[in-house]
T-cell receptor, first 115, second 112 residues
Framework: DTAVSQTPKYLVTQMGNDKSIKCEQN?????MYWYKQDSKKFLKIMFS???????INETVPNRFSPKSPDKAHLNLHINSLELGDSAVYFC??????????????FGPGTRLTVL | DAKTTQPTSMDCAEGRAANLPCNHS???????VYWYRQIHSQGPQYIIH???NNETNEMASLIITEDRKSSTLILPHATLRDTAVYYC?????????????FGQGTTLQVKP
C-alpha cells in the first residue's frame, strides 16, 4: 500500500508546454507539500497546503500553480515550462503543521526533463 | 538557509556502527533536531527526531549534547542498504508552516 504516490514517475516535455504532476496520500493527513530537488541535489520546499488551503509559497514563479481538490490530493500544474524547471519534484504529507513532532512522508518523486 | 552543518561524506564498514555528526550551534530552545535520509532515486525518509534527550527507535539512536549545539545519529549495525544521504534538520517545535529546510547532508557510503 503506497502512502504517498505521484504520477507520472518520469515526464519529458518540450519547452513552453504545460504539464501537471499528481500527488495522492492515503494516510489521512491534513497537510501536503511540494519540494523541488535540482541537479545539485538541493531539496527545497515550494508549497504547502493545510486542509486545502495554501500556507507556504516559497517565492515560486507564477507559472507553478498547486491545486488541492481535497485533503488527499495536491497536484502541481506548470505552465510555459522552461529548461530550469528540470528537476525531481517530491510530494510529501504530514498529519499537521503544528506540534513539533510532525513527520513528513515523501512520495517517490517525479523526474521532469524539459528539452 | 539550513541551520545545520554536516560533513559532506563518510564511509562505514558493513556491520559496524555509523556515527553521523551534526552541528547546530544556533539552535533555539523551541527547536527540534530531525534526521531524514534519502536513498538514491527515492524520496526522503524520516529516521528520528529529538528535543534534548537522547532518543532511540528501530532505525537509529540520536545523541544530543547537553548544550544542544550538536548531535550524532547512530546506525548501530550499518548495512549496504543504509548507503544514502543523511540530512540533519532543525525545526521549530510549534512551526505553523511545517516546512523542512534541507542542507547538503552527509553522503554515507557503507562498504562491504
Amino acid at each position: 500500500d503506497t502512502a504517498v504516490s505521484q504520477t507520472p514517475k518520469y515526464l519529458v516535455t518540450q519547452m513552453g508546454n504545460d504539464k501537471s504532476i499528481k500527488c495522492e496520500q492515503n494516510l489521512g493527513h491534513d497537510t501536503m507539500y511540494w519540494y523541488k530537488q535540482d541537479s545539485k541535489k538541493f531539496l527545497k520546499i515550494m508549497f504547502s497546503y493545510n486542509n486545502k488551503e495554501l500556507i507556504i509559497n516559497e517565492t515560486v514563479p507564477n507559472r507553478f500553480s498547486p491545486k488541492s481538490p481535497d485533503k488527499a490530493h495536491l497536484n502541481l500544474h506548470i505552465n510555459s515550462l522552461e529548461l530550469g524547471d528540470s528537476a525531481v519534484y517530491f510530494c510529501a504529507s504530514s498529519h499537521s503543521t503544528t506540534g513539533g513532532v510532525d513527520t513528513q512522508y515523501f512520495g517517490p518523486g517525479t523526474r521532469l526533463t524539459v528539452l | 538557509d539550513a541551520k545545520t552543518t554536516q560533513p559532506t561524506s563518510m564511509d562505514c564498514a558493513e556491520g559496524r556502527a555509523a556515527n553521523l555528526p551534526c552541528n547546530h550551534s544556533t539552535i533555539s530552545g523551541n527547536e527540534y533536531v530531525y534526521w531524514y535520509r534519502q536513498i538514491h532515486s527515492q524520496g526522503p525518509q524520516y529516521i528520528i527526531h529529538g528535543l534534548k534527550n537522547n532518543e532511540t527507535n528501530e532505525m537509529a539512536s540520536l545523541i544530543i549534547t547537553e548544550d544542544r549545539k550538536s548531535s550524532t545519529l547512530i546506525l548501530p549495525h550499518a548495512t549496504l542498504r543504509d548507503t544514502a544521504v543523511y540530512y540533519c534538520i532543525v525545526r521549530e517545535r510549534s512551526s505553523n508552516t511545517g516546512k523542512l529546510i534541507f542542507g547538503q547532508g552527509t553522503t554515507l557510503q557503507v562498504k562491504p
